[in-house]
């Protein structure tokens, strides 16, 4: 199966902590791109990396993969209350897969 | 922002009835999606649209299901007889290009309940 896998399933931390999301994978990907899901709301695009970059940055988000592990990061830097919210990674084959997501409660 | 709307929210229907779901995509985007979400799993990919017919479906796109662009702005999906597994967040997604590479733009979803 091509779907990913987020870890942890729920992470809890104080509003202006780190909170770092991973995600793993098992085929080959063009693309892995992270997603946010409000509660009742849907999909929101955060950021795509590319299978030949390792990093990417976009204001207080950071994404690096590792193509040869199969695996990816999210790290939110700076948390705000804001921020809470689910988490899902989703890679290419024929479509689009999206892993269980994380559930991230950011407590002001 | 342009953005992608779903109607209705909700949706309630005896099994066995047929549903329409309708969304409206951001105007200038030509390639269509429809996920589906049971509540409290993963997102499910059901089917893309593009040149007016269908570029991929998943094994849960069957034949109970269709998806139509009837005219310039609706994109829909329906299912024919309702069955108690179809209740679900229904998810319509949009995309610039027909590029794996490019974010897709969801609507907020449209509330499945089947009795």
């Known amino acids: 199966s091509q779907q990913g896998e987020e870890d942890p399933q729920a992470l809890s931390i104080q509003e202006g902590e780190n909170a770092t999301m991973n995600c793993s994978y098992k085929t080959s990907i063009n693309n892995l791109q992270w997603y946010r899901q409000n509660s009742g709301r849907g999909l929101v695009h955060l950021i795509l990396i590319r299978s030949n970059e390792r990093e990417k940055h976009s204001g207080r988000l950071r994404v690096t993969l590792d193509t040869s592990k199969k695996s990816s990061s999210l790290l939110i830097t700076a948390s705000r209350a804001a921020d809470t919210a689910s988490y899902f990674c989703?890679?290419?084959?024929?479509?689009?897969?999206f892993g269980t997501g994380t559930s991230l409660t950011v407590i002001p | 922002e342009p953005e992608v709307t779903q109607t209705p929210s909700h949706q309630v229907t005896q099994m066995g009835q047929e549903v329409i779901l309708r969304c409206v995509p951001i105007s200038n985007h030509l390639y269509f999606y429809w996920y589906r979400q049971i509540l409290g799993q993963k997102v499910e990919f059901l089917v893309s649209?593009?040149?007016?017919?269908?570029?991929?479906k998943s094994e849960i796109f069957d034949d109970q299901f269709s998806v139509e662009r009837p005219d310039g702005s609706n994109f829909t999906l329906k299912i024919r007889s309702t069955k108690l597994e179809d209740s679900a967040m229904y998810f319509c997604a949009s995309s610039e290009i027909p590029d794996r590479g490019q974010p897709q733009h969801f609507g907020d979803g449209t509330r499945l309940s089947i009795l």
């Open positions: 649209f593009y040149n007016n017919e269908i570029s991929e």
């Open positions: 989703a890679t290419d084959l024929l479509w689009f897969y």
